[in-house]
């Protein structure tokens, strides 16, 4: 995206139009809005649209800040759900992506590129954004269910983001639950003096 001017920042209800413009920008994120990750399957399935729209805005408007923002040259154009992993409900409950351990960790767990902005790296700069905002709400570890991209691999796949651009990043391989599913781990604790 070299010669764009690139932006990121915290997901706030000063920026709720923006979240908008990026969940509307993808076929998928007008439907999800994120909120797999923070209702029960009936729940999320029955407020597909509208209902998934309103349990993410009562998060952000609420302070919460669950995501960050990408802007290309002034326009929304990506999104990275980054928050505490208690605020996760769908997680805390899944089997194969239990906790590890009692390390209080937070969880990036999706990423929504506008149609636009695709196969230009965009997702890689959201996860450097996320890294930044976990950090600067005090997080001591990030954690990330990527996948690994396979023959049958399908687009939905690249919702949770790849596991080559996490390791880029410096997330290392803490588990393997699922044959393309690894658990990854960064350490945000500050370095000892």
């Given at each position: 995206m070299s010669g764009d001017?690139?932006?990121c920042g915290p997901a706030t209800a000063e920026h709720w139009g923006d979240v908008v413009a990026v969940m509307e920008g993808c076929s998928y994120g007008r439907k999800c809005w994120c909120a797999y990750w923070y209702l029960p399957?009936?729940?999320y399935k029955a407020g597909w649209g509208p209902d998934n729209a309103a349990t993410l805005r009562s998060r952000v408007e609420g302070g919460e800040e669950p995501g960050v923002i990408a802007w290309v040259d002034g326009e929304a154009a990506g999104w990275c759900a980054v928050a505490p992993r208690e605020n996760h409900d769908r997680l805390n409950r899944s089997k194969p992506f239990a906790r590890l351990d009692d390390t209080p960790v937070w969880s990036v767990v999706c990423f929504v590129?506008?149609?636009?902005?695709?196969?230009?790296g965009l997702m890689r700069i959201l996860l450097g954004a996320?890294?930044?905002h976990a950090r600067n709400k005090g997080a001591v570890a990030l954690e990330a269910y990527p996948t690994e991209p396979g023959?049958?691999?399908g687009s939905a796949d690249l919702y949770f983001g790849t596991a080559a651009a996490f390791r880029d990043a410096g997330f290392e391989e803490a588990a393997r639950p699922l044959p393309r599913r690894p658990i990854m781990r960064l350490?945000?604790?500050p370095p000892a003096r």
């Amino acid at each position: 995206m070299s010669g764009d001017s690139i932006v990121c920042g915290p997901a706030t209800a000063e920026h709720w139009g923006d979240v908008v413009a990026v969940m509307e920008g993808c076929s998928y994120g007008r439907k999800c809005w994120c909120a797999y990750w923070y209702l029960p399957n009936r729940d999320y399935k029955a407020g597909w649209g509208p209902d998934n729209a309103a349990t993410l805005r009562s998060r952000v408007e609420g302070g919460e800040e669950p995501g960050v923002i990408a802007w290309v040259d002034g326009e929304a154009a990506g999104w990275c759900a980054v928050a505490p992993r208690e605020n996760h409900d769908r997680l805390n409950r899944s089997k194969p992506f239990a906790r590890l351990d009692d390390t209080p960790v937070w969880s990036v767990v999706c990423f929504v590129v506008c149609k636009g902005y695709r196969r230009r790296g965009l997702m890689r700069i959201l996860l450097g954004a996320a890294v930044d905002h976990a950090r600067n709400k005090g997080a001591v570890a990030l954690e990330a269910y990527p996948t690994e991209p396979g023959p049958k691999a399908g687009s939905a796949d690249l919702y949770f983001g790849t596991a080559a651009a996490f390791r880029d990043a410096g997330f290392e391989e803490a588990a393997r639950p699922l044959p393309r599913r690894p658990i990854m781990r960064l350490d945000l604790s500050p370095p000892a003096r």
